[in-house]
C-alpha cells in the first residue's frame, strides 16, 4: 500500500519547487485549517495572507475570530494556497503547507518588517490592520503537499519553500526604500518587469510590491505576479544592480520586437 502511495508522488524537481514558491509569494488569500480548542475537532476560514523574507506565511487575525483562539491554544495548522481558474478547480495549481503559528507581538524586533511586507501585499487590510484586537501570525513551514494539477502530485520538504542566508536581514532592510524608489521614480522598468519576464500581453498599471533575495512581486489592482532572479541575492548592493541589469534586459529585448 505504501509503496502505490509513494508511485502517486512525482520527484521533486526546480519546475515544481518554482511553482510551489510562485503560489506562496504571490496569493492575497487562503484557507487556514485550526484545531477547536473546545471539541478538537477540524475547522478553516479564508484568511489574507503575505510573506516574510525567508518564505513562511503571514497572516493578520482578530482575536475574535474561532481560529485566532484555534491557533493560540494549538499552534498547529494548515494553509491551502491557490486560485481556481477557469474550467475544473481541481486541473490548477494549488499547495497546503503544514505549519507551527508564532504571534508577532508589537514589540518584537521584526514586527515593523512583517506589518510593512503584509500591508504592501495587501494595502486593503490598512482599513483594520490598526485596530486593537487584530494580531499577526508568522506560519512556519513544517512540509508541504503541492498539486500541480492532475497527475501531478509532490511532497515538499521546508527546503523547497524557504530560503535561507545572511542576506536577509540586509534585503529586509532595504526593501522598503527600494520598493518606494522604483514605483516612484521607474515605473516604466517594472511595465517592462511584467511583459518581459511575466510574460503580459500589455503593461498595465503594475507596481512593485516586495522584494526578498529570491525575487520580487508586482500587483496591478487584483493581479499578483512574481518575478524570480536567476539566481539569488548576496546582498542590498546586488538587489540594486539585478535590478538595473534586469531592467536593461527587458528593454533591449523589448526593443527589438517594437514599442510598448
Known amino acids: 500500500m505504501s509503496e502505490k502511495k509513494k508511485d502517486v508522488l512525482r520527484e521533486t524537481d526546480d519546475e515544481a519547487i518554482r511553482l510551489a514558491r510562485t503560489l506562496l509569494r504571490s496569493s492575497r488569500y487562503g484557507a487556514l485549517a485550526v484545531l477547536d480548542p473546545e471539541t478538537g475537532a477540524p475547522m478553516a476560514s479564508r484568511v489574507a495572507v503575505a510573506t516574510d523574507h525567508d518564505g513562511a506565511p503571514i497572516i493578520l487575525i482578530s482575536a475574535l475570530s474561532a481560529h485566532t483562539g484555534g491557533i493560540v491554544a494549538d499552534p498547529r495548522c494548515s494553509l491551502m494556497l491557490g486560485e481556481p481558474g477557469k474550467g475544473?478547480?481541481?486541473?490548477?495549481?494549488?499547495?497546503?503547507?503544514?505549519?507551527?503559528?508564532?504571534?508577532?507581538?508589537?514589540?518584537?524586533?521584526?514586527?515593523?518588517?512583517?506589518?510593512?511586507?503584509?500591508?504592501?501585499?495587501?494595502?486593503?487590510?490598512?482599513?483594520?490592520?490598526?485596530?486593537?484586537?487584530?494580531?499577526?501570525?508568522?506560519?512556519?513551514?513544517?512540509?508541504?503537499?503541492?498539486?500541480?494539477?492532475?497527475?501531478?502530485?509532490?511532497?515538499?520538504?521546508?527546503?523547497?519553500?524557504?530560503?535561507?542566508?545572511?542576506?536577509?536581514?540586509?534585503?529586509?532592510?532595504?526593501?522598503?526604500?527600494?520598493?518606494?524608489?522604483?514605483?516612484?521614480?521607474?515605473?516604466?522598468?517594472?511595465?517592462?518587469?511584467?511583459?518581459?519576464?511575466?510574460?503580459?500581453?500589455?503593461?498595465?498599471?503594475?507596481?512593485?510590491?516586495?522584494?526578498?533575495?529570491?525575487?520580487?512581486?508586482?500587483?496591478s489592482g487584483d493581479r499578483t505576479m512574481r518575478i524570480f532572479f536567476q539566481k539569488p541575492l548576496v546582498d542590498a548592493q546586488d538587489m540594486h544592480k539585478t535590478l538595473v541589469a534586469m531592467a536593461v534586459e527587458a528593454r533591449q529585448a523589448l526593443s527589438a520586437i517594437g514599442p510598448v
Open 88 to 219: 475544473d478547480p481541481l486541473a490548477h495549481p494549488r499547495i497546503t503547507i503544514a505549519c507551527n503559528a508564532e504571534k508577532i507581538a508589537k514589540d518584537d524586533p521584526r514586527h515593523g518588517r512583517i506589518e510593512w511586507r503584509f500591508l504592501s501585499h495587501n494595502p486593503k487590510s490598512k482599513l483594520y490592520a490598526g485596530l486593537g484586537d487584530f494580531a499577526f501570525f508568522r506560519l512556519v513551514p513544517q512540509r508541504a503537499s503541492l498539486n500541480g494539477g492532475f497527475g501531478k502530485a509532490y511532497a515538499l520538504t521546508v527546503d523547497d519553500l524557504m530560503i535561507t542566508g545572511s542576506s536577509l536581514d540586509a534585503i529586509a532592510a532595504a526593501e522598503p526604500g527600494a520598493v518606494k524608489h522604483m514605483n516612484e521614480d521607474h515605473g516604466d522598468a517594472i511595465g517592462r518587469y511584467a511583459i518581459y519576464f511575466g510574460k503580459v500581453r500589455e503593461p498595465g498599471d503594475w507596481i512593485m510590491t516586495g522584494i526578498d533575495a529570491d525575487g520580487f512581486d508586482l500587483a
